[in-house]
T-cell receptor, first 114, second 112 residues
Framework: DTGVSQNPRHKITKRGQNVTFRCDPISEHNRLYWYRQTLGQGPEFLTYFQNEAQLEKSRLLSDRFSAERPKGSFSTLEIQRTEQGDSAMYLC????????????FGDGTRLSIL | GESVGLHLPTLSVQEGDNSIINCAYSNSASDYFIWYKQESGKGPQFIIDIRSNMDKRQGKRVTVLLNKTVKHLSLQIAATQPGDSAVYFCAERRSGNTPLVFGKGTRLSVIA
């Protein structure tokens, strides 16, 4: 399978705990994006990377959220001190880097906060 | 604020009929548009895209039409099949910005 891979697929945690998600983009895709999707809504942009550089962050990305892409390959998204409102599907997408171009999505990590 | 939206939240069609899903966008500076299909429990799947310098693009059983005058985008699916049942999103890229802006989606139900 050469698509975007996300782990874990599901995460259930108690409010206040920290969680970390991983995204492995399509091989040789330079751009990597994180989105959040709640039920009945379209994905909302959180942040994106060009190689290892984080180029843009949405105002949705509070200071409890941090994303990294240390070697320009896989990326992690960490949420600290989780809140009920963080419950959502977290989607990762990647694209080659020649704009404009379609972004290809993984199947997401569904986060549930108890 | 400006957003990508959809006219119809749900659409039911008979198997074999053609489907048309509509989308209105409000940012005249948007230069690139994409349609995605999302099945339950899965991520959005790319269907077709179109740049603002085009008004029509065809793929396999799908056609996207872009009317910049009225800021309208549509997805036509020919000979709709049960496997086409899903939520469809249009998304726009606002010129100069890479992130996509998505609408809420239209649920397509195919009646066998």
């Amino acid at each position: 399978d050469t698509g975007v891979s996300q782990n874990p697929r599901h995460k259930i945690t108690k409010r206040g705990q920290n969680v970390t998600f991983r995204c492995d983009p399509i091989s040789e895709h330079n751009r990597l994006y994180w989105y959040r999707q709640t039920l009945g809504q379209g994905p909302e942009f959180l942040t994106y990377f060009q190689n290892e550089a984080q180029l843009e962050k949405s105002r949705l990305l509070s200071d409890r959220f941090s994303a990294e892409r240390p070697k320009g390959s896989f990326s992690t998204l960490e949420i600290q001190r989780t809140e009920q409102g963080d419950s959502a599907m977290y989607l990762c997408a990647s694209s080659p880097g020649a704009s404009p171009e379609p972004q290809h999505f993984g199947d997401g990590t569904r986060l549930s906060i108890l | 604020g400006e957003s990508v939206g959809l006219h119809l939240p749900t659409l039911s069609v008979q198997e074999g009929d053609n489907s048309i899903i509509n989308c209105a966008y409000s940012n005249s500076a948007s230069d690139y548009f994409i349609w995605y299909k999302q099945e339950s429990g899965k991520g959005p799947q790319f269907i077709i895209d179109i740049r603002s310098n085009m008004d029509k693009r065809q793929g396999k059983r799908v056609t996207v039409l872009l009317n910049k005058t009225v800021k309208h985008l549509s997805l036509q699916i020919a000979a709709t099949q049960p496997g086409d049942s899903a939520v469809y999103f249009c998304a726009e890229r606002r010129s100069g910005n890479t992130p996509l802006v998505f609408g809420k989606g239209t649920r397509l139900s195919v009646i066998a």
